[in-house]
């Protein structure tokens, strides 16, 4: 398929990664408390019902807007960071789809732009065992199937691996933010929850495409 | 093992306990919004506002500590977690006034995230609020790094003297300054020898051997110096009070605050014989107790330990503290 989307499409996209959320949640938290409270999945699924909710209020409206009802739903969920974080991504992503059909290229900008707005809320950097370790590859790899002239979906499937791959690696990663960051060598062989959060919300956003 | 614990729905801890505890205290609390624990008999508009923000799980701090002379709003998160921006910036728009807002917040990842958020929009509204961090937990050292440092306890007495400060009616830059003062001359050491469950999935916060103890534990299980084996009253306030000194730079003579904040299974009476063991090494070097706190303000759950808290006092920061305030945990008469 698919060379460019339009905001349905885009939405359905979206759609597809809180539904991927919402069937792990368990498993996130189960991840999370190795290194953390627990409760990974369970701020990442009042999130994502905060953002669903939005979504279902904001029916018909611009996409720009539905993204930012989504934002703020995700930042005012309880739960702690994760609701915050993910709200921030998604309040940049917002900021820069407007109502438009995308090509691969303004996909790419609409992460990059979820990203720039993510990454001034936290200080982490790739490889301290974050969200960002599986987000940054995901972005990133979307943005090199835009420049190989990749389709939409194709671009997904690749975010899609990147970000798995990005979350398998932070298992060899110390962390240094959060709660986990007083824990030092006891965080190593444990994946990063964030992390495979983003790995999971990637995955399905590229499968909803693919259907 | 089963979690043994009085509750109900794990998803509605936050919202059940707010609810009993306002009504309980309703003389005193107001619920607003679900998430803003407020003042029932408002602080006069002339007057400095305070607003902090923390998870529940920790009572009676924070929402317990809001009343006149010390919080005017406390804006709760779920179970160990940071309220969002939201409610934060619901909270700082509720009390914007001419004479300025102190914002008090925890140095804890998701705690200052939710709070810079907030401050930036807040400030974009142009509302005059000035925002300050604790960071006085000394186990990865003094003088490590503000950013590694959390906020434990001395959030509580902070609430106070700069909670007094604004009832006596001072600018925000005076009760900044005197919140910054005292923020700066405090630390804290935490020691736990048994952990908790997180109430909402019943898993345990930490892992402590039944013969160890650890030191420098934070209030969610985050590690701190290492296990080791248990210790009696008096050597455990003896290792605990002599980093606390040096942190703070008190010497003969100068005057102190000390607390003992009991986590939530260590007994009064441990805490007593804890408080007198460390008040006799102060004392013994010549630094006068000029205050002091024993009991619960800040727990983790069933917890077994304690926070012992020190801050340097001059005579302004003894009369704050000492000033009349009226809340559900704390009144001075």
Redesign the interface.
Known sequence: MARTMGPADTLRMIQGGLDEIRANHEEL?RLD?ATG???HG??MLRAVDAAQKAMQDKAGAPAGEVFQAMA?GM???????P???F??FFMGMGAAVGDDDLDCAAVATMFEAGLAKLRK??KAQPGEKTMIDALVPAVEAVRAAAEADADIDAALARAAAAAAHGAESTKDMLAR???A????E?TLGHVDAGATSVACMFKGFSQALAN | MAMKKFINDP?NL?AELLDGMCTAFADKLTLVNEKLVCRANPKDESKVAIVTLG?SGHEPALQAFVGEGLIDISVV???????????VIEALRMMNREAGVLFVVLN???DV??A??AMEMVEAEGLNVRMILTHEDIA?GADAPAE?KRGLVGCIPLYKVAGAAAEAGKSLDEVYAIAERFNDNMATLAVAMKTAT?P??G?E?AQIADDEMEIGM?Q?G???TGPCKIMTADETAKVMVERLIPAIGAASGDKVLLVVNGSGATTHMEMFIVYRAARKILTDAGIEVACSMVGEYLTVQEMGGFQMFLAKMDDELIDLFNAPCDSPYWTVR
């Open positions: 938290s408390a409270d627990g409760d369970s701020a703020w930042m005012g969920s309880t739960g702690g960071a609701g915050p974080l709200g921030s809320q936290t933010h959060g709660k960051r007083n824990l030092g006891r | 998803n936050t998870g998160g779920d179970i160990f977690a940071a309220p969002g921006p939201p409610q804890h990842a998701g995230m939710s810079n958020m990865p590694d997180h909402q999935n898993a916060i934070g969610h985050e590690a701190g």
